[in-house]
């Protein structure tokens, strides 16, 4: 078990561009989470998956976000036009049945 | 939507106080869970509490579940600096542990030796 990896771990881009970011979930874990946490702020919930299945996104992000699990194991997150307001930490996390086990997360600054 | 809250936002506590954060959900939680996420790291789990007015202890940490199950606290006895750090509630919003996981602002502790 090497736990959740996220690449990259930073990521710096111009408003603009588009970015795709990928979780490596733990092994056995059927479901996926991804979540954006700025400074002073908590995990913010995007979306999640079970198996490959997007079950939910939150209604605050915007279409420029999409997220992907096509074989049910590994995640992409893509941002595209991205904005200086789309730069924080981007958290990934998965689980079993009971705690999220997280990533040590991609952090995306937009100049 | 479901809303967690978090009081208060920081903390700062001389090593040896005690120190307690309160968590209130705008909905009945089906169970609770507590993470830490130490400064420049990722949230790591704590612990999960199910029952209605349940309560849990690690170390010098005890956890409470309100009979309501809409409310939850944390308290640290005697802190040391090993226990600064942010500290977040989380509630799932569907049954058990399904649905989204929804997290408080958190409350940033900071001891000073």
């Known amino acids: 078990d090497t736990g959740v990896s996220q690449n990259p771990r930073h990521k710096i881009t111009k408003r603009g561009q588009n970015v795709t970011f990928r979780c490596d979930p733990i092994?056995?874990?059927?479901?996926l989470y991804w979540y954006r946490q700025t400074l002073g702020q908590g995990p913010e919930f995007l979306t999640y998956f079970q198996n490959e299945a997007q079950l939910e996104k939150s209604r605050l992000l915007s279409d420029r976000f999409s997220a992907e699990r096509p074989k049910g194991s590994f995640s992409t997150l893509e941002i595209q036009r991205t904005e200086q307001g789309d730069s924080a930490m981007y958290l990934c996390a998965s689980t079993d049945m009971s705690p999220l086990h997280f990533g040590n997360g991609t952090r995306l600054t937009v100049t | 939507g479901q809303q967690v809250m978090q009081i208060p936002q920081y903390q700062h506590v001389q090593e040896g106080e005690d120190f307690t954060t309160y968590c209130n959900s705008s909905t009945t939680l089906s169970n609770i869970q507590w993470y830490k996420q130490r400064p420049g790291g990722h949230p790591v789990f704590l612990i999960q509490?199910?029952?209605?007015?349940e309560v849990k202890k690690q170390k010098r940490l005890t956890f409470q579940f309100g009979e309501a199950k809409k409310n939850s606290s944390l308290h640290i006895t005697a802190t040391q600096t090993t226990d600064v750090g942010t500290y977040f509630c989380?509630?799932?919003?569907?049954?058990?542990?399904?649905?989204?996981?929804?997290f408080g602002q958190g409350t940033t502790l900071q001891v000073k030796p």
């Open positions: 989380a509630g799932f919003t569907g049954s058990s542990n399904t649905g989204k996981l929804i």
């Open positions: 092994s056995e874990h059927n479901r």
């Open positions: 509490l199910v029952k209605s007015g």
